[in-house]
């Protein structure tokens, strides 16, 4: 983020100023090696926040964009669903065998609506 503390102007500008000083002995300096920086604990703070809210906005993208492809596949599920009948109870199924296997525990077998309506109606006949 910060790979050079320094713009380019402020640099032409510490040359210039060092040229000017060294020019009267005749001396030509060609680099500058910076080895030791030291930041103001202010400016360290606020180069942390800046990475930390770039970090975090980052992190809201990808969440973002992963709750985005879990509502294509919600999407695409319930299409395949819609088609058949049978898929959503086939898909029941499926779901209380993966609960038992994890728990051993009781489980309440609701039974379809269509076949309580047929034992209803057929008392209604007799």
Not at 20 to 36: F, H, L, P, Y
Not at 50 to 68: D, H, M
Request: a neutral charge; aromatic letters at 6%.
């Amino acid at each position: 983020m910060y790979n050079s503390l320094m713009s380019f102007s402020k640099i032409h500008s510490n040359e210039s100023a060092l040229d000017e000083a060294t020019d009267s002995w005749g001396i030509k300096v060609e680099r500058v090696e910076i080895k030791d920086v030291r930041l103001p604990v202010q400016l360290q703070r606020a180069m942390a926040a800046e990475a930390e809210a770039a970090r975090e906005a980052r992190a809201k993208v990808i969440a973002a964009e992963g709750e985005q492809k879990a509502s294509r596949a919600l999407k695409e599920a319930s299409d395949v669903i819609a088609e058949s009948p049978a898929a959503l109870q086939l898909r029941y199924l499926q779901s209380l065998q993966s609960i038992s296997a994890e728990k051993n525990s009781t489980i309440l077998f609701p039974l379809p609506i269509d076949l309580l309506s047929y034992f209803v109606n057929r008392d209604k006949k007799h």
